[in-house]
């Protein structure tokens, strides 16, 4: 059953990413370009190149403020993240033996034990 639930979750977490797909990508778009008028901004000497840029600058940030629900996305790429994780378990450990003389045998056993 929990099985069943987590695929539930992830289905409902992959909708919601695939339906905010776009904005995610039109927020980072508006987000380079904010940072391509500002290093413009900043390189201007005139006064009336400043305040070209900082209107340009108003108008994508204005694009970017519309965009800023797809947040939601990149939260819903995060609980599948976590869902993957959870779904995957702790599959792949390694038990090696401890009666060894050689004394860098265990570190494969205590390095899967550090990144749990």
């Not at 201007?44 to 400043?50: H, P, Y």
């Not at 995060?78 to 033996?97: D, F, P, Q, R």
């Amino acid at each position: 059953m929990k099985k069943f639930m987590l695929f539930i979750a992830g289905l409902i977490a992959l909708g919601i990413l695939l339906a905010n797909l776009g904005p995610m990508v039109l927020l980072g778009v508006s987000v380079w370009l904010l940072y391509v008028v500002f290093k413009q901004f900043m390189k201007s000497d005139s006064t009336a190149g400043k305040i070209g840029w900082a209107v340009l600058g108003l108008i994508i940030l204005s694009f970017a403020v519309s965009n800023i629900y797809s947040v939601v996305g990149l939260a819903a790429a995060y609980i599948l993240y976590i869902i993957y994780k959870k779904w995957s378990g702790n599959k792949n450990e390694h038990v090696t033996s401890s009666k060894s003389s050689d004394p860098f045998s265990n570190f494969e056993k205590q390095w899967a034990e550090l990144n749990k």
